[in-house]
């Protein structure tokens, strides 16, 4: 994938902006829909219309800007040793600071039991779903959200000519969005506030890996392993792990 941020051939800047707007809010809407306002049938299906234009959206702007040879070079970026050792070293780092963080003292506050009823509720009750569901989370659904969290609306706000100092905060806070609806439908108040400022700091550092090695290679593979570090404490809370 390339790395580039900022392509001409976007289209117009109002086009941009609107694209940028339905992509940021929709998973928003998404998620308030399915866990919030309609739980079921009509949630799950406006759930599913969003995330078809979270996705659909970037795919179609790839599709028309990216070439081969942008995602040949943006990989071989990536998979350098610097940006690979990075990648490798922060993701471990925000991994094992969520696991210690939880267990050594959020676990205590929180309503363990209710995070399992939730997980439970969504269908993920057993153990091959929930680690069939686990693989894709923090292999492909990394990749997604970094294509487009990352690519798509920082190039995006590149487009725009939106100051680095404005588009690194705002790109970090669009990602932050849906997350803190996600959050609070199975977390208290404190875990929600501290997962969103999580969330934040790494929207932060992933937009900054794309804009220093030109790749979506190391930013994936810290948002993978911070993502392992949350499929254990769920595995752990059902009793599917150590």
């Given at each position: 994938m390339t790395g580039a941020t900022h392509n001409p051939r976007h289209g117009t800047n109002g086009s941009t902006m609107l694209m940028l707007l339905v992509v940021a809010i929709a998973p928003s809407i998404g998620a308030a829909s399915a866990l919030w306002l309609w739980p079921g049938l009509v949630g799950s299906l406006i759930y599913a219309a969003c995330k078809s234009l979270l996705y659909g959206i970037p795919a179609i702007v790839a599709w028309k800007t990216i070439r081969r040879s942008d995602t040949r070079q943006g990989l071989l970026r990536g998979m350098r040793v610097r940006p690979v050792l990075f990648g490798l070293v922060s993701g471990i780092l925000i991994g094992a600071g969520i696991l210690v963080l939880w267990y050594g003292w959020l676990a205590n506050w929180s309503d363990v039991p209710r995070l399992v009823e939730k997980i439970e509720e969504s269908g993920l009750g057993g153990p091959v779903r929930f680690w069939l569901f686990a693989a894709w989370m923090c292999v492909g659904n990394s990749l997604l959200e970094e294509f487009v969290f990352r690519w798509f609306i920082d190039s995006s706000l590149d487009r725009l000519r939106t100051p680095l100092a404005l588009a690194l905060p705002l790109s970090a806070l669009i990602f932050t969005m849906h997350h803190v609806i996600v959050l609070a439908a199975y977390f208290?108040?404190?875990?929600?506030?501290?997962?969103?400022?999580?969330?934040?700091?790494?929207?932060?550092?992933?937009?900054?890996?794309?804009?220093?090695?030109?790749?979506?290679?190391?930013?994936w593979i810290s948002h993978a392993i911070v993502d392992v570090a949350l499929v254990l404490i769920a595995a752990h809370a059902l009793g599917f792990g150590p």
């Open positions: 208290d108040t404190l875990v929600v506030v501290l997962g969103s400022g999580g969330v934040f700091v790494g929207g932060l550092l992933w937009s900054i890996c794309l804009r220093r090695w030109r790749s979506l290679v190391p930013g």
